[in-house]
């Protein structure tokens, strides 16, 4: 089934707020560590509310650790660099919905390693939405794509 990855996230209310959403539309969130804040409760308390009992949440030591985890997935990387717009991509069931870091997005390793990368079109000068935002609109669209419905 589809799922969120995030790359090395630096503010957990971002991370709480998408994981709150995964919970809602039953999916399965993975933190690639190491994270810019310490991952425990109270970090996660306010954005995420009563939802984290009900969140999936797997974490990865590092990037090489979340790629031998997903063997034979696709991970698509939410990034500006890139030129294809999220609505013209084709999402499979078992994709990986990967988001960078708010301060850096991801490295050009782990740009290059993904096997696609798609964007937000925006206005001309700004320069980006913020991840939970993003996320949650990459999310919409593939399960609108996939028709995907919540899990119990």
């Known amino acids: 089934m589809l799922e969120i990855a995030l790359y090395q996230p630096d503010i957990a209310p971002n991370a709480a707020t998408i994981l709150r959403m995964c919970a809602c539309f039953g999916l399965t969130c ?3 560590e190491p ?13 995420g509310m009563d939802y984290l009992d009900k969140a999936a949440l797997l974490t990865h030591a590092s990037w090489a650790a979340y790629r031998q985890a997903t063997a034979g997935r696709r991970s698509v990387l939410l990034t500006t660099r890139a030129s294809l717009p999220v609505w013209d991509f084709a999402f499979q069931p078992d994709d990986l919905i990967l988001m960078g870091r708010e301060s850096v997005g991801v490295p050009d390793t782990v740009h290059a390693a993904v096997e696609a990368r798609v964007t937000l079109p925006m206005r001309e000068g700004l320069r980006s939405l913020n991840v939970a935002i993003a ?3 990459a999310t919409g669209e593939a399960l609108r794509q996939l028709r995907g419905r919540p899990t119990p």
């Open 30 to 32: 993975r933190i690639i």
């Open 135 to 137: 996320c949650a609109i």
């Open 35 to 47: 994270a810019g804040f310490v991952m425990s409760e109270s970090q996660f308390r306010r954005a």
